[in-house]
T-cell receptor
């Protein structure tokens, strides 16, 4: 089956630094990738939708200048948390939809971000 | 705006029991519904996907049903095992191009 690789699995950083999370589709081309955030015991909340070669679409309340998304190729999307603060500590997870396949979404393994 | 609710929030059962997890959604105009499993600190594993035109899907000990008109889905787990302990998430989409809307999940503990 399709595999989505997400790195790193966990990261600890100091407040004010930037953190980049990568999401790769390993055996398929993903025209669309979604980025979610999940707080403890809460549901996954959609942050943004990224389409290859175009600007990401952000959900209401998500700061696009803080959460930079780049989807430069059909197999890679990155999320950069800029000037991270403790309230950004969360579990971030990406998902990808295979080009031409409009049904199942495949999820990465997630990144646990802890900002000190 | 679509809202997905899962009941119960947590469930603890002895090994071997059959159990049912419930999911409801407010907007019945869905494209499909998926059930996922999430282990602590891990990503999501897709368990079952039901198209809006389907009534149920089965995979091994898992059976998911969909009643689109009433906005409900159930996930039935037969002969539960300790390895089934995880959080189970229900999610719906409105088209092939839209992202999923998730419920908060049901945390299942199966006790040996």
């Amino acid at each position: 089956g399709a595999v989505v690789s997400q790195h790193p699995s966990w990261v600890i950083c100091k407040s004010g630094t930037s953190v980049k999370i990568e999401c790769r589709s390993l055996d398929f081309q993903a025209t669309t990738m979604f980025w979610y955030r999940q707080f403890p015991k809460q549901s996954l909340m959609l942050m943004a939708t990224s389409n290859e070669g175009s600007k990401a679409t952000y959900e209401q309340g998500v700061e696009k200048d803080k959460f930079l998304i780049n989807h430069a190729s059909l197999t890679l999307s990155t999320l950069t948390v800029t000037s991270a603060h403790p309230e950004d500590s969360s579990f971030y997870i990406c998902s990808a939809r295979e080009q031409g396949a409009m049904e199942k979404l495949f999820f990465g393994s997630g990144t646990q971000l802890s900002v000190l | 705006k679509q809202e997905v609710t899962q009941i119960p929030a947590a469930l603890s059962v002895p090994e071997g029991e059959n159990l049912v997890l419930n999911c409801s959604f407010t907007d019945s105009a869905i494209y499909n519904l998926q059930w996922f499993r999430q282990d602590p600190g891990k990503g999501l594993t897709s368990l079952l996907l039901i198209q809006s035109s389907q009534r149920e899907q089965t995979s091994g000990r898992l059976n998911a049903s969909l009643d689109k008109s009433s906005g409900r889905s159930t996930l039935y787990i037969a002969a539960s095992q300790p390895g089934d302990s995880a959080t189970y998430l229900c999610a719906v989409s409105h088209s092939g191009n839209t992202p999923l809307v998730f419920g908060k999940g049901t945390r299942l503990s199966v006790i040996a």
